[in-house]
């Protein structure tokens, strides 16, 4: 039969015909286990939508176009996790659209970084990249911090989340815009609403040093503290293929 391939070679609807048919053929591969993704992501407890301050920030992190130099992907491989920690899970960006997986590295990887530098570190190298890290190629991003951070669309960014699939709850969207000023009150409660709503693990603080200000910078970086953050690791077991839905 592979022989025969000149006949459609020579007859151009035959070779439309066979074309659309494996093309189709490929479709229904990559895209028929998208519909039983729910069933094939490991449930792993911590993991939580963002919070309002931490979507801001996500937004920020894209449209500056940091993804394009940072993947938060670390692949399961010895030199990998020796370098940034456990690897990836599917489960850590269950609530990422799009997610930041990716092989670009023109800098290292991002998905243990939270919790890795303070927040001032973070303010320094977005400020001045050479200051802290020398050979560092990165482009300053001090013009952050002279940016208040616009919350009028914070609610409609929760919407939006939850039209495609986030679990956002009603009391959450409703309380967008004052969890996104309580994640920056230097002050606020361990016992505060945000946390109720979001987990005590949520890191409140000043994050840019500025209380005066909630700022673009306030929430990059509130982005970045939370990353590879949200599953304890010291008791995460990996549940076996088998027993997954």
């Known amino acids: 039969m592979w022989?025969?391939?000149?006949?459609?070679?020579?007859?151009?609807?035959?070779l439309v015909i066979g074309i659309t048919i494996v093309v189709s053929i490929g479709g229904i591969v990559e895209i028929a286990p998208l519909f039983w993704v729910e069933s094939t992501i490991e449930e792993v407890e911590g993991v939580r939508p963002y919070t309002p301050l931490e979507l801001a920030g996500r937004d920020i992190y894209i449209g500056e176009g940091c993804y394009g130099c940072h993947s938060q992907m670390v692949r399961p491989l010895r030199d990998e996790v020796e370098r940034y920690g456990h690897y990836s899970l599917a489960a850590e960006s269950m609530?990422?659209?799009?997610?930041?997986?990716?092989?670009k590295r023109t800098g290292p990887d991002l998905a243990r970084v939270g919790g890795k530098y303070s927040n001032d570190w973070h303010v320094e190298h977005l400020t001045d990249p050479r200051s802290v890290v020398p050979e560092s190629n990165m482009p300053p991003y001090r013009f952050l911090a002279d940016q208040d951070l616009d919350q009028h669309a914070i609610q409609a960014k929760l919407r939006a989340m939850v039209a495609?699939?986030?679990?956002?709850?009603?009391?959450?969207?409703?309380?967008?815009t004052a969890d996104l000023n309580a994640q920056v009150d230097p002050f606020a409660?361990?016992?505060?609403?945000?946390?109720?709503?979001?987990?005590?693990?949520?890191?409140?603080?000043?994050?840019?040093?500025?209380?005066?200000?909630l700022t673009k910078m306030d929430a990059l970086i509130a982005y970045l503290q939370?990353?590879?953050?949200?599953?304890?690791?010291?008791?995460y077991q990996a549940e076996d293929p088998e027993n997954l839905r």
């Open 189 to 213: 409660s361990e016992t505060s609403a945000l946390r109720s709503r979001y987990g005590p693990r949520v890191a409140q603080g000043d994050f840019d040093g500025n209380p005066e200000r």
């Open 95 to 103: 609530y990422d659209h799009p997610f930041q997986w990716g092989s």
């Open 164 to 176: 495609v699939g986030v679990p956002y709850t009603a009391d959450q969207v409703e309380n967008a």
């Open 226 to 235: 939370q990353l590879g953050t949200m599953v304890d690791f010291r008791t």
């Open 3 to 14: 022989k025969q391939h000149h006949r459609f070679e020579r007859h151009s609807l035959w």
